[in-house]
C-alpha cells in the first residue's frame, strides 16, 4: 500500500479498521460494555499505529489512544486519529451511530481524511465526497442523544428547526454530509482527533466548517484541544453564525 495516495490510504485504514471492530464487536458480543470499549479502543489504535508505521513510516501521528510525541510539532506530515469514536455507541450492541478517523495534516492544511461507518457499511473519503442532497423546509440540528449542547438549543430555534439525536462527533458530521441532517454545532469539548476527519470530508462535500465564533479549525497545535466547531450547510452558515459568534 505503499504507493497509494494519502487519501486512498485514509479510506483504506479507516475501512479496516472498522471491519477489525465489528469483528470486536461480534468476539465479545457476551461480555461486559466495558470489555468491549476497552478492547475497542485499543484493538483499533494498534491496528491503526502498526499500519501507518508501515505504509507512511516518515510521518508522525496523533491519536486519541497514544501517547502525544511533541516531535509532531516539527514535521510536516501528521496524522490524526481517532481509533473508535463514539465507544459508548460501539459498546451497546445493535448501535450504528460509531466512526474511525483517519486524516493528515501537512504544512497547516487538512489533506487528507476519511471517517469509516462500520456498522452501515459506509465510508466517506477525500477527495470526492457527494454534496447533501436539497434541504427539507425546517432545519434539521443534529445533537447528542444525552446532554445536547444548550448552543445548539439555540440554534434550533433561531431556525425554527427540529432536533436529530445521534452519538459520535464522526457520525453527526457523517449525517450532515449525507443529507441525513443540516447542521452540527458543538460546544463542549472535543480534541483534535474528534473532528480532523469529519471536518476534511465535510470540506470535500462543500460545507462551512468553522469554530463557534467563525474563525478557522486548526490542527496539529501544541495542545489537540479543539473544544468547538461547527458543520452546516453553506446556505445556513450565516444564521447559524448570527446565534453562535457571540458566545
Not at 472535543?190 to 471536518?199: G, H, I, L
Request: negative net charge; aromatic residues 4%.
Amino acid at each position: 500500500m505503499t504507493d497509494r495516495s494519502d487519501d486512498e490510504v485514509a479510506a483504506r485504514l479507516a475501512t479496516e479498521a472498522g471491519e477489525l471492530l465489528l469483528g470486536v464487536r461480534e468476539e465479545l458480543a457476551e461480555a461486559s460494555a466495558a470489555e468491549r470499549k476497552a478492547a475497542g479502543d485499543k484493538r483499533s489504535h494498534d491496528f491503526l499505529m502498526e499500519a501507518l508505521t508501515s505504509v507512511r513510516p516518515d510521518d508522525a501521528v496523533l491519536s486519541e489512544e497514544g501517547a502525544d510525541n511533541p516531535i509532531r510539532l516539527r514535521t510536516e506530515r501528521v496524522w490524526i486519529v481517532d481509533p473508535l469514536d463514539g465507544t459508548r455507541e460501539f459498546s451497546e450492541l445493535g448501535r450504528d451511530d460509531w466512526a474511525v478517523h483517519v486524516a493528515l495534516w501537512c504544512n497547516g492544511e487538512l489533506v487528507a481524511g476519511a471517517v469509516a461507518l462500520p456498522a452501515q457499511g459506509i465510508t466517506l473519503a477525500t477527495p470526492d465526497v457527494a454534496a447533501p442532497p436539497p434541504a427539507p423546509a425546517k432545519p434539521r440540528i443534529v445533537v447528542s442523544r444525552t446532554r445536547p449542547p444548550a448552543v445548539a438549543l439555540e440554534v434550533r430555534d433561531a431556525l425554527d428547526g427540529v432536533l436529530v439525536e445521534m452519538g459520535s462527533a464522526g457520525a453527526k458530521v457523517a449525517s450532515v454530509v449525507q443529507g441525513l441532517s443540516d447542521v452540527y454545532v458543538h460546544a463542549g469539548g472535543q480534541y483534535e482527533w474528534d473532528s480532523a476527519a469529519p471536518v476534511a470530508v465535510a470540506r470535500a462535500a462543500g460545507l462551512h466548517t468553522s469554530r463557534i465564533d467563525g474563525s478557522p479549525l486548526e490542527y496539529n497545535r501544541p495542545d489537540p484541544l479543539l473544544p468547538d466547531l461547527i458543520v452546516c450547510r453553506p446556505e445556513l452558515a450565516e444564521s447559524v453564525l448570527k446565534v453562535t459568534a457571540g458566545r
